[in-house]
Structure formats: structure tokens, C-alpha cells
């Protein structure tokens, strides 16, 4: 198993997105809202080194985030 232990993985999980101008972005202040193209009952995607690999939902428990995946997507070749 040591073999696994230095294996390195970046994990991403997507609320949703946005075009926005830069001119827009820069001009962001703290505490800004961003609109996002989806909304609270859309599934967020699970991304490990920038492959969708799932779909998930965001869970509250005892003051601590985290994310539970509802479904895996099929990779493609």
C-alpha cells in the first residue's frame, strides 16, 4: 500500500459557473455575490485531476461541509 501513499490527486468539486467580464471581476469586493448558472438542487460536479468523475450534493452535519456523491459518471475514452 505505500506505493498508494505518494500518489497525488487534485480534487474539485463545482458549485456552478459564470461568464463575467474581467472588468467586472476586478471590481469585486469583499462579500460580493456571484449569480451561478445553477441553483441549490442542481447537482454539483466532482472533478479529480480536471475529469468529471462525479456528481454530488453539499451536506451540513454538526457544523462541518462536505459533499456526498449521489451518482459516478462514466468516463469516456
Same mark, same amino acid.
Given at each position: 500500500?505505500?506505493?498508494?501513499?505518494?500518489?497525488?490527486?487534485?480534487?474539485?468539486? +463545482? =458549485?456552478? @459557473? *459564470?461568464?463575467?467580464?474581467?472588468?467586472?471581476?476586478?471590481?469585486?469586493?469583499?462579500?460580493?455575490?456571484? +449569480? =451561478?448558472? @445553477? *441553483?441549490?438542487?442542481?447537482?454539483?460536479?466532482?472533478?479529480?485531476?480536471?475529469?468529471?468523475?462525479?456528481?454530488?450534493?453539499?451536506?451540513?452535519?454538526?457544523?462541518?461541509?462536505?459533499?456526498?456523491?449521489?451518482?459516478?459518471?462514466?468516463?469516456?475514452?
Amino acid at each position: 500500500m505505500s506505493v498508494f501513499e505518494n500518489i497525488e490527486v487534485e480534487i474539485k468539486v +463545482e =458549485l456552478g @459557473s *459564470t461568464i463575467m467580464p474581467i472588468h467586472h471581476l476586478l471590481r469585486l469586493g469583499r462579500g460580493a455575490v456571484i +449569480e =451561478l448558472d @445553477s *441553483t441549490e438542487h442542481d447537482p454539483m460536479r466532482v472533478y479529480a485531476n480536471n475529469q468529471h468523475i462525479a456528481n454530488g450534493e453539499i451536506r451540513i452535519e454538526d457544523g462541518q461541509l462536505s459533499v456526498q456523491i449521489s451518482e459516478r459518471v462514466k468516463s469516456t475514452p
